[in-house]
């Protein structure tokens, strides 16, 4: 398939600076024997608001992949888990986009809880595009590469987490 000279969805900005993904509940499902939500679906929520920024914001993500044959992958993730959500409780999504070249992006998200507004858990992740046909990246076309450039300038101002960067390992004295 050929890179498309047209968005495929979303727009061109500008974007909110961060922009919320919003409409999430814990599931039945996602609970485990604690009674909270298991640390696995946090992976799976934080993956499922990926996407609606990416198609409702970017034009990326599934309609891409259905498009041209090519989509995000995500490489390296790292999260971190602030305060329990409990059954049923709602909760939302702030992403801000760090960077972007012409092939990958660089975001941090958090997710919060409706109630207060509170951060409960934060996720720093570096993705790829990536075609379906051969397994390798590839680059975005010139309108997604655009994109991902404004939200990357529209988020500059953005106060950076404590989380940003944070490395992982037992600290020690």
Not at 152 to 168: F, S, Y
């Amino acid at each position: 398939m050929q890179p498309s000279t047209l968005p495929l969805s979303g727009h061109d900005g500008p974007y909110p600076a961060p922009v919320d993904i919003r409409g999430f509940t814990v599931r039945p499902e996602w609970v485990d024997y604690n009674g909270h939500m298991n640390v696995g679906f946090y992976g799976v929520a934080f993956d499922l608001a990926l996407e609606k920024l990416m198609v409702d914001h970017l034009g990326l993500g599934e309609v891409q992949v259905n498009a041209l044959g090519q989509g995000p992958y995500v490489l390296q993730s790292h999260m971190n888990f602030i305060r329990e959500i409990q059954p049923d409780d709602a909760f939302y999504f702030r992403f801000r986009l760090l960077d972007s070249d012409q092939k990958r992006g660089h975001y941090f998200a958090q997710l919060l809880a409706e109630k207060d507004d509170e951060v409960c858990a934060t996720q720093e992740a570096l993705f790829m595009n990536v075609s379906h046909t051969t397994g390798r990246s590839v680059p975005y076309p010139d309108w997604a590469a655009t994109r991902l450039a404004r939200m990357v300038d529209d988020h500059a101002g953005l106060t950076a987490a404590p989380q940003v960067g944070e490395q992982i390992g037992i600290r020690r004295k």
